[in-house]
Nanobody, 124 residues
Framework: QVQLEESGGGLVQTGGSLRLSCSASGRTFSGYAMGWFRQAPGKERELVAAINRSGDRKYYVDSVKGRSTISRDNGKNTVYLQMNSLKPEDTAVYYC?????????????????WGQGTQVTVSS
């Protein structure tokens, strides 16, 4: 059974930074693409960033491009999302997910395992 555990969320002021971490266990972490999603109240879940197995291909939603960096440490079975210049509209529950395969995964149905989520709240 794969377990994904997010950490690093919290309350931050506009313009601040957070680094989210997702620790994985139960399946060879380095063999699969990973992604970070978020869901704000009343809104659909959206893909924020994704990374392929080796970490050399990445995707960012336009709203976070230039402000966020996804990375992975396959030796530590961990994927990160560094978020800078945070805005109130970044407020959401952030979920880590592991894909079925190795390539960059852009749709939620391409992900098989999900974490419980970590709350990010950006105050204005």
């Amino acid at each position: 059974q794969v377990q994904l555990e997010e950490s690093g969320g919290g309350l931050v002021q506009t313009g601040g930074s957070l680094r989210l971490s997702c620790s994985a266990s139960g399946r060879t972490f380095s063999g699969y693409a990973m992604g970070w999603f978020r869901q704000a109240p009343g809104k659909e879940r959206e893909l924020v960033a994704a990374i392929n197995r080796s970490g050399d291909r990445k995707y960012y939603v336009d709203s976070v491009k230039g402000r966020s960096t996804i990375s992975r440490d396959n030796g530590k079975n961990t994927v990160y999302l560094q978020m800078n210049s945070l805005k109130p509209e970044d407020t959401a529950v952030y979920y880590c997910a592991q894909a079925y395969g190795t390539n960059l995964a852009m749709r939620s149905y391409e992900y098989i395992y999900w974490g419980q989520g970590t709350q990010v709240t950006v105050s204005s």
